[in-house]
């Protein structure tokens, strides 16, 4: 957090809407001194400008978004978002209007908890979000992109695509989807540690396309089925993941951190042929792992597709919750629901996905 947020604060201190007009003003300053790189990218049916406020290396920060971005501007950018890394800046941060003791359960700034505004302090990554609704403007902070830990490169800007995605039909899901072309894709929900990320990757070997591993977005457009469209590319394997999968922990890219808990691949240089930008979604399936050899799949309903996949969505991203359950709630009922068992054999799970996805498209028809 900037320094002077440890600090206590003036009386007549800014309200929430002077502070967040204040930050807007300074990263248009910055701009203007010294233009930054622009990125686009494209989510869904929306179009998102990033503005990297001090040097091209927190690029680095939207790695695991590259198979979304757009080289030239879109014609009609949707949402703004501005990157700003501290040790690169020349112009100061503003003083905080807060104090430390106000901060909501999960780092809720006082004064921004919706509709218009929120706002978040991330004790894990030491990251200030803010979101404007009304300017469609947001603000990611950190002191330097390269100290970040590195969950934050493998989904990127999660919290903020939430907010500003609230109003719309689209959200992020902590959820994984495969898929193939044509046919279709399928969800997969559960808690850390269910096998979404281990189903998922499996499913590369095998020819299946790759969505997302962790977190993915799914919209209900008026007048279509339900879609899934893809945000990252990395995928994360646990130490359980590996034993599972060797052969894809041999590509995993070099460790950021001593102490990192999952291997990352990047599916894009791996399999960029594979990866899996948006597709129709036919199921929702909810994974579990056993020691059992063979996999296998029993139908479910929506109340445990819900219950699988509500509480981490809801846990994971803060604000919004009403408007969020009820985006799930219409998931959930709008798709089948499957409990898959995990077996010890990755290409037979891989398998049964691909056969019921092919058998379903046939029913489709």
């Known amino acids: 957090m900037p320094d002077r947020c440890q600090r206590p604060c003036q009386e007549n201190r800014a309200t929430p809407q002077e502070y967040a007009e204040t930050i807007f003003a300074l990263c248009d300053q910055s701009a203007a001194q010294r233009p930054p790189p622009l990125c686009w990218y494209q989510l869904g049916s929306l179009s998102i400008e990033v503005r990297l406020l001090g040097q091209a290396q927190a690029q680095h920060l939207l790695q695991a978004m590259a198979h979304q971005r757009l080289f030239e501007p879109p014609q009609k950018v949707d949402y703004r978002i501005e990157i700003w890394e501290e040790v690169s800046q020349d112009l100061p941060f503003p003083a905080p209007y807060w104090q ?35 300017r469609r403007r947001a603000l990611y902070w950190c002191r330097q992109v390269e100290k970040l830990p590195y969950w934050e490169f493998s989904f990127p800007l999660r919290q903020i695509l939430h ?41 590369l070997e095998e020819g299946l396309g790759y969505v997302g591993d962790d977190f993915v977005l799914t ?5 279509t089925n339900p879609l899934t469209s893809s945000l990252y590319h990395w995928g994360k394997l646990t130490r359980d993941g590996m034993r ?72 994971t991203l803060s604000g919004g919750g009403a408007q969020t359950m009820r ?19 990755p290409r037979k799970v891989a398998l049964l996905l691909r056969s019921w996805l092919e058998k379903e498209h046939v029913t489709a028809q």
């Open 219 to 223: 919209g209900l457009p008026e007048a």
């Open 163 to 203: 907010w500003l995605l609230l109003p719309t039909p689209w959200q992020p899901l902590h959820a994984a989807a495969v898929g193939l072309p044509e046919k279709g894709a399928i969800l997969l929900v559960g808690p850390s540690g269910s096998g979404k990320s281990t189903t998922s990757l499996s499913c």
């Open 244 to 315: 599972r999968l060797p052969s894809l922990a041999q590509l995993s890219l070099p460790m950021r951190q001593a102490d990192q808990e999952k291997a990352i691949v990047s599916v894009l240089d791996c399999w960029p042929e594979r990866v899996m930008r948006q597709a129709t979604l036919r199921a929702i399936m909810i994974p579990q792992l056993h020691d059992a050899e063979e996999s296998w799949l029993h139908p479910s309903s929506a109340g445990a597709a819900l219950r699988a996949l509500a509480p981490t969505t809801l846990m």
């Open 100 to 134: 430390v003791h106000e901060f909501g359960e999960r780092g809720e700034l006082p004064g921004f908890v919706g509709p218009q505004l929120y706002g978040r302090y991330d004790l894990g990554s030491e990251t200030l979000l803010l979101y404007d609704q009304n």
């Open 327 to 345: 985006k799930l709630r219409a998931l959930c009922a709008a798709l089948p629901a499957w409990q898959l068992g995990v077996g010890q054999n």
